[in-house]
């Protein structure tokens, strides 16, 4: 799930993977906090970097105060919306991985049918033993079908797999190296292609993924290659600027390896990779752009909204006190988020989540409250508050009669049935 890059603060070399620190194919580190620094699974042409002109300095977050229980009677009533969710939208920078609103022009389309062409590539020295079909059973139709529970069904990626294997020129550690910048990445890609293009039509196609054979234990990890219509793939007289590699740790991250590294064809950042003392990343265990083998791997229910798989009519704009009624995340239907403008570039963010659908094995429900700052890359081993969010309370979701209280703003879960949690949102003169 590794990201490669020509030096922006996704830089090569130096920034965080739990892929390190959970595959098998590297020592399992025992401290979260320790060891869970490598290089990173995208590839990008270098862009100026404005990560460090961030302008709001979080500060600690309250722990949950346990409160006297809710009163019940009248437990639903909400007040109305006074703003409208278009005022909560951010901006940010124009990077290849962003979460503010108006997406990256360059990244795929999140909505509507997405091609994409399969190539399945062995190597000089390494010899694929495995027939196609099987390795590709790993990715397809699960990766598929979890797109298309998380887009609520806005979104059909369209696998057009070539069934053979196609034999590079080169060694396999000569491509691992290579897949680490843009132009390596992107030269393995046209290689593949140029190797299929006889028998494969890719008009249509928006993207390929290249399926490295798992032999090569030298490509140890998969990464996505964000291209630019100035130096794309070609094949059949287009352009493709999104492709994709997969590498030995597909076998360990399976279906839901494909749908992390899509997540930043969509233009999503990396959510793994804090220096947070006791914890590896920023929003696990609530995402897969943070941890693929979490127990709620869904995507953040603010990314959906920005990839428009949540309705703007789903989102409550909050600007005064207020208490507000969402349902869970994973059902499709209800208000899904509440969220709080900071600034132009950053919000307070609160979904509830459950122990349903993908998110099934998701140990403690309740409201999550979570920072969004598209200011934040996110990488290079960044601490608290450097993340592109940040799950507040130590990542811990809120239950009935529990609260917190960040940036001024307190979150207090009044009620909690299962279809329903009914959070009240509380302006302070000062930030308790
Ligand atoms: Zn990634």
Known sequence: MLAISLGTSCGSGIATSDSLLNSPLEPVSTSAESSNFGPSDTTQINTPSATTATTTAPGPTTAPTTTAKAPTATPFTTTKPQASASDCYLTGSRSALTLAHERPTDRLYSTGNIDVVVLFTDFQDVSATQSTQSIFSIISPGGENFLEDQSNERLQLSFEPHHQWLRLGSSASTYAEAIKTYDGHRKFMQEAIDLADAEVNFLGAEAVLVVATPNATEIRYGPTWMGVPSSPLRADGQIMTNGITSGADLTYWKHLWYPHEFGHSLGLPDLYGASIPGRGGWTRPFSLMDDISSSA??????????????????????????????????????????????????????????????????????????????????RNGGSYGDGPMEVLNNARSLGEGESLTHFGVSFEVLESQSTQDLIRITFNDTDG
């Open 297 to 378: 791997p869904g995507y953040m229910g603010y990314s959906r909204w920005v990839l428009k798989w949540i309705d703007d009519s789903q989102v409550r704009c909050v600007t005064a006190n207020a208490t507000v009624a969402l349902t869970p995340l994973a059902t499709p239907t209800g208000a899904k988020l509440v969220v709080v403008p900071l600034t132009s570039t950053s919000a307070l963010v609160a979904e509830v989540r459950r122990a349903t659908g993908y998110d099934a094995e998701l140990q403690r429900e309740g409201v999550i409250v979570y920072v969004v700052d598209t200011n934040n890359r996110g």
